[in-house]
């Protein structure tokens, strides 16, 4: 029978094995990793690595919800575009952009003949386009 076979098989346990050949660890210290770290050090290092590796996942959820309403609010963006087009042809397209902008300050001046529509008709089309959406 072999020492090893022999030893392992007096003892309960591989850990009281372990304890009988290395002896008890010491207070303070844990083996294999010299005097200066501890078994609250590791516990501490592991749940620190954790909570990186759980905001790691949050933050790459965020950033993929973040590029979907991104790509959400260009379509958006775009579909009001088209329909300030279609509404309003005499806009310009530097107007309508400035628009979208600012609502509440068009760049249209009064004497231009678009005056104060403009205002009400992008108003009404994204109370139209939220409209949709939720429906």
Known sequence: MHIVTW????????EEAFKSIFGKEQLGQVRFYGRSIT???????????????????????????LGDVKEE??????????????????????????????????????????GSTHILNINMIIGYVLFRLVN
Do not use: W, Y
């Open 39 to 65: 078994q609250s050090e590791l516990k501490r290092h592991a749940e620190i690595s954790a909570i990186k590796e759980q905001h790691q996942e949050e933050v790459e959820s965020l950033k993929g919800e």
């Open 73 to 114: 609010v260009h379509g958006l963006r775009n579909m009001v575009k088209l329909l300030l087009q279609c509404s309003e042809p005499g806009m310009s397209p530097e107007e309508i952009e400035a628009m979208l902008k600012n609502p509440q300050h068009s760049p249209v001046d009064a004497n231009s003949g678009h």
């Open 7 to 14: 030893f392992t098989a007096s003892c309960e346990t591989e």
